[in-house]
């Protein structure tokens, strides 16, 4: 008599995948968030200081931070649209949030002449001053990205690229587009916690 060998056969656990273009798009938002970090950090530290004068944020900031908000929400529209493919609502989800975007950064130029007018100067005067247009001077320019980001999707809904099957693009304008909203929200709080 004969005994077979019983072998058990483990089934091959795939690995975990994600598309090198969105990992990308992560990896640079982590190295974004830890630029913040340390200029907060540093914030935080220097605010200790002797000399340190209070920040005074422009009212316009706050209605900038309205205007991010929505823009989130429109692109949230968009993107629900897309998966659905209800592509005139994409494309008037989209048009909306670019509208909201440029608007944005048009209020943070705004918010500078506000900020001239309260004598808060990016040099000569106290370094806090210096610390907000560094904070929102850089996050303006990274909302410039996301707008021109925005734009390409924006150009393939008109060429009726994006849609149920094709998502990656408005995935990841989505991904950073909100990463840059929650950004926002941080530092427009962090600000006002800590004048």
């Known amino acids: 008599m004969e005994i077979k060998e019983l072998k058990i056969v483990e089934e091959a656990k795939k690995p975990l995948s994600m598309n090198p273009k969105k990992f990308a798009l992560w990896l640079f938002m982590v190295s974004v968030m830890m630029l913040f970090g340390a200029w907060t950090s540093a914030y935080l530290v220097k605010?200790?200081?002797?000399g340190w004068a209070e920040i005074v944020l422009p009212e316009r900031f706050l209605i900038n931070t309205i205007?991010?908000?929505a823009s989130s929400i429109s692109l949230i529209i968009a993107y629900r649209a897309a998966k659905k493919d209800n592509l005139s609502r994409v494309k008037t989800g989209?048009?909306?949030?670019f509208v909201?975007?440029?608007?944005?950064v048009a209020g943070?130029?705004?918010g500078y002449g506000d900020l001239i007018r309260l004598?808060?100067?990016f040099t000569g005067g106290a370094v806090s001053h210096s610390f907000i247009y560094v904070l929102t001077g850089v996050h303006g320019l990274h909302m410039i990205s996301g707008i021109i980001f925005l734009g390409l999707v924006l150009a393939d809904a008109f060429r009726y690229r994006i849609h149920s099957k094709n998502m990656l693009r408005?995935?990841?304008?989505s991904t950073y587009w909100h990463f840059l909203g929650g950004l926002w929200l941080y530092l427009f709080v962090f600000l006002k916690l800590y004048p």
């Open 47 to 50: 605010r200790a200081d002797a």
């Open 67 to 69: 205007i991010i908000v």
């Open 94 to 97: 989209l048009i909306l949030t």
């Open 100 to 104: 909201l975007g440029v608007a944005f």
């Open 108 to 110: 943070q130029i705004l």
């Open 119 to 121: 004598n808060e100067y």
């Open 170 to 173: 408005l995935e990841m304008c």
